[in-house]
């Protein structure tokens, strides 16, 4: 059984992160059993109150037992649910209710604007929660559900090596240049001006909203938007959860107004809750509370534009992920709140 970390450990590189500005080396620790799936800002580390463990809301994007995770802030909700289970949290109220429709109140916390829960949430999914530290003082948030093959303490030492290569990806920045590279070099031809990467958002719609594409944007550390018609949310509400538990944005698309509820509706009923956001084909302008993308395909050239373009892929995504990779194009989060 020894032989089993390792390997699952390998696995866990790759990582879904969540997007933002993080200090160098400053990470908190996601562990689901005997991987690390997810790193967080050392900022959002979690905190003991009154005896109750407090974690980010966060910390549930690892996705324990297929976890997923929906913060209304509109409505002042938020909820963790999977296919048989799910909290709903009032944050006005300061109650939860689960999947029988029984209430309780709870105490919920925010820092840096940052939404804490207690731990216990975990309990109702049919896992524990436990605090753990790193041999150079790592937080580590550990979800277990007895699937586990080592206990806390040699998971802390096996996982050592996974931790400090992630802590050094953490350090590495893209600008570090050569000696031959550095400024004041007497030889003007060795240090050409550095070309300005062009910044992208990126969409995925049609035959490219896959499982294939969702682990390739995991392998590249990418961040996308998914729009999906009432057919595709209908047809594979697993995909579309998926795509939302792995930190991805996820939409609507169609060729009405009529075409776009109809996707909302059945978006509810795969993850409960709606969207403003819709991807429509050039000419159609939905009315109402849409914020429309308009679906202008890929770009002819990876020229740098005054604003982020976007790039709408609804066939080979991973040809598309190539070529973001070869041009070392910097792919921006799409969100409901993105002006494009």
């Known amino acids: 059984m020894k032989k089993v970390l390792p390997a699952l450990l390998a696995l866990a590189l790759i990582l879904v992160l969540i997007p933002g500005a993080m200090a160098a080396g400053s990470l908190c620790f996601v562990a689901v059993n005997d991987t690390i799936p997810l ?31 929906s913060n209304n802030v509109d409505q002042n909700t938020f909820v963790l649910f999977t296919r048989t289970s799910r909290l709903v949290y009032d944050l006005s109220d300061g109650t939860v209710t689960d999947e029988s429709g029984n209430e309780s109140p709870v105490t919920v916390s925010y820092r840096g604007g940052m939404l804490y829960i207690p731990a216990s949430a975990a309990e109702h999914f049919g896992y524990s929660v436990s605090l753990l530290t790193g041999s150079r003082g790592e937080v580590i948030i550990r979800f277990t559900n007895g699937a586990q093959v080592y206990d806390d303490s040699l998971f802390v030492e096996k996982a050592a090596n996974l931790i400090d290569y992630l802590n050094q990806q953490q350090q590495q920045t893209p600008s570090e240049v050569t000696p031959s590279q550095q400024p004041g070099s007497n030889d003007p031809t060795s240090n050409p001006p550095e070309a300005q990467p062009a910044e992208v958002y990126l969409a995925f719609a049609g035959d490219a909203v896959s499982a294939e594409t969702l682990e390739l944007l995991a392998q590249y550390n990418y961040q996308a938007a998914f729009f999906l018609t009432e057919a595709q949310l209908h047809g594979d509400k697993d995909l579309a959860r998926a795509i939302y538990a792995q930190g991805h944005t996820v939409a609507v698309t169609g060729s009405s107004e009529a075409e776009l509820e109809a996707a909302n509706r059945a978006l509810d009923e795969a993850l409960f809750y709606q969207t403003v956001l819709a991807l429509t084909p050039s000419g159609v302008e939905p009315g109402g509370f849409w914020h429309s993308l308009t679906d202008t395909g890929l770009p002819a050239n990876w020229a740098v534009q005054e604003t982020p373009s976007l790039l709408v892929c609804r066939s080979d995504a991973a040809a598309l992920l190539e070529q973001i990779q070869a041009v070392q194009a910097t792919v921006l989060p799409l969100l409901e709140t993105t002006v494009v």
Request: charged share 5%; proline share 13%.
């Open 39 to 69: 790193t967080l800002p050392a900022s959002d580390a979690p905190y003991y109150s009154g005896g109750t463990l407090f974690l980010p809301y966060t910390a549930f994007n690892a996705n324990p037992g297929g976890v997923i995770v």
